[in-house]
């Protein structure tokens, strides 16, 4: 059943107890939510993860001036990103092999210390360089979350620990701002880099201790245990010794959610990327401005990955099916994405940062949505390599909209780009509905 210690975990079972139990006896009453301290460790991973992502892009118009880097450089810069993370799959594959504990703890150290070299670079192609060598092992946070949730969560409970783990990508963008101005103000744009390298390697040391698979954590309760494997889907149950690859990529559903992330993703790079570049060159915000209200959208993103699984169990308490619950949420998300295109035509910069909001909790709606179908669609031992490959197609269209955006930016402007992200998620609703099938 779990993937990285499969031996023990039988042997336990064949005793009734788990380890810590055999070791202490069973009269002694265990944490009962262990699998809810690994997601909130985990969440604090997220944080870190999106607030390295996320300082560029608010430390831009500080870089830029400094560094004399013209729009279409920065593009490049951000696009080297996006290439390096679309190696998702590659990072999914990885992880699915090697398990959460070792092989997540390599992706963070080094990505921590990628970004501690952030503090030390000049020129644009410097920091192309490392924003590609940061993207390649970043790409690991979205399927280790998956495998996470896979492992630890029954599924009746994937949709909420889903959301709740991709609230630390919301947090991790909400930080930036402050983070950067303080950086700003009190030393330089490149403090903000030193600090969240460090949180990262001190993360590292509280997942070496506290992280285990069910199967081995030393205060799992039995009873947790049970809850945790009665609750998995029969049909995904079955264990395999390597994640069958060629086999997986002939799958529709898989090519199904990657389309859907594809089209939704570019909203998310256009919120952590270009939002703030946008605030100072169309509604001519300071930084004063922009650590005031340029955390505004990510909070709102922050409730979008509640309202998604609460939908979804709304919709499952009147008879719906799972994944069709899954779609219909998607779908709402899209509905509300709609919004977006306004951004560029209302007069007001408050309703322009109002509309940025709408459009962060549309986007965490369903994107945490379509996340979470990989594990409701594929087996444990695929479920990372799963959303790997999907979180590839979702940098390929950042990719793809940040070069073109930063391409044609100084002569068309922003409104186009607000009106296509605006309809895109309609695009992908549709292919949700007519693609995927359910699980026999």
């Not at 031996?7 to 069973?26: C, L, V």
């Not at 010794?241 to 790079?269: C, T």
């Amino acid at each position: 059943m779990f993937a990285d210690s499969r031996a023990p975990a039988e042997a336990d079972r064949s005793m009734g107890t788990t380890y810590a139990e055999q070791a202490e006896g069973p009269h002694v009453k265990r944490f009962p939510y262990i699998r809810w301290t690994i997601i909130g460790l985990f969440v604090a991973a997220m944080v870190i993860n999106y607030l390295t992502r996320s300082i560029l892009g608010v430390a831009a118009p500080a870089i830029m001036a400094e560094q004399h880097i013209s729009s279409a450089q920065y593009s490049w810069i951000t696009g080297a990103f996006q290439f390096g993370i679309m190696f998702q799959p590659v990072a999914g594959y990885l992880l699915d092999l090697f398990g959460l504990k070792f092989g997540f703890s390599l992706f963070v150290a080094v990505w921590s210390l990628i970004t501690l070299g952030h503090g030390f670079a000049n020129g644009w192609l410097g920091f192309a360089g490392l924003r590609g060598a940061l993207g390649l092992v970043e790409g690991s946070a979205q399927p280790a979350g998956m495998k996470v949730v896979a492992e630890w969560f029954p599924a009746r409970e994937r949709g909420v620990a889903g959301g709740i783990y991709q609230i630390g990508a919301s947090f991790g963008a909400v930080f930036a701002p402050p983070l950067v101005a303080w950086a700003v103000f009190h030393h330089s744009w490149r403090a903000a880099f030193f600090v969240a390298g460090g949180l990262g390697l001190l993360w590292v040391l509280a997942w070496l201790f506290w992280y285990a698979p069910p199967a081995r954590h030393r205060s799992l309760s039995t009873d947790e245990r049970n809850l945790i494997v009665g609750g998995q889907e029969a049909s995904l149950a079955k264990h395999r010794r390597r994640p069958p690859l060629g086999e997986l990529l002939r799958r529709r559903n898989l090519w199904a959610i990657a389309a859907a992330r594809f089209l939704a993703d570019p909203v998310w790079g256009m919120l952590s990327l270009w939002m703030p570049l946008y605030l100072v060159q169309a509604r001519h915000f300071d930084l004063t401005q922009i650590a005031l209200f340029a955390w505004l959208p990510f909070l709102a993103a922050d409730l979008g990955c509640l309202f998604g699984p609460a939908v979804v169990a709304f919709l499952q308490r009147r008879g719906v099916n799972l994944i069709d619950a899954r779609r219909g949420a998607f779908t709402l998300g899209a509905v509300l994405m709609t919004g977006m295109m306004f951004v560029g035509s209302v007069n007001s910069p408050v309703a322009a940062v109002a509309l940025l909001c709408l459009g962060g909790f549309a986007h965490q709606t369903l994107s945490v949505t379509v996340i979470t179908l990989c594990s409701d669609l594929f087996p444990q031992d695929q479920v990372a390599t799963a959303t790997g490959v999907s979180g590839t197609a979702a940098n390929l269209g950042v990719l793809l909209f940040t070069l073109t955006l930063g391409s044609l930016v100084d002569q068309v402007g922003y409104q186009p780009f607000f009106i296509l992200l605006g309809l895109l998620d309609l695009a992908g609703a549709a292919l949700l509905w007519t693609l995927v099938r359910k699980p026999a």
